[in-house]
Nanobody
Framework: QVQLVESGGGSVQAGESLRLSCAVS????????MGWFRQTPGKEREFVAA????????YYADSVKGRFTIFRDNAKNTVHLQMSSLKPEDTAVYFC????????????????WGQGTQVTVSS
């Protein structure tokens, strides 16, 4: 059974950086397309970033483009989300997820999800 475990969340000041990690077990990691989503209370989960199996293709929400980077380490079955120049509006619970399709932005395209990690950015 595929399992995803996020880590790296925390509380930072605006302008600072954080790196989230998502460790994947139970499957052939190198064949998965990965994505990151985030959710705030009372709102739908929203797409943040996605990457292809090789990591050669990446996709970002407009709100994070140029500030966030998704990358993966297939040798360690881990995908990361490097977040820079954080803003208070980036505050959310961040989830990683697995899809069979590359670059998709809809929740229903993702088959497996982690439990989420909280990111809080204060001004």
């Amino acid at each position: 059974q595929v399992q995803l475990v996020e880590s790296g969340g925390g509380s930072v000041q605006a302008g600072e950086s954080l790196r989230l990690s998502c460790a994947v077990s139970g499957g052939t990691f190198s064949r998965f397309a990965m994505g990151w989503f985030r959710q705030t209370p009372g709102k739908e989960r929203e797409f943040v970033a996605a990457g292809s199996w090789s990591g050669g293709s990446t996709y970002y929400a407009d709100s994070v483009k140029g500030r966030f980077t998704i990358f993966r380490d297939n040798a360690k079955n881990t995908v990361h989300l490097q977040m820079s120049s954080l803003k208070p509006e980036d505050t959310a619970v961040y989830f990683c997820a697995i899809s069979r399709r590359i670059g998709v932005r809809e929740e229903y395209e993702y088959d497996y999800w982690g439990q989420g990690t909280q990111v809080t950015v204060s001004s």
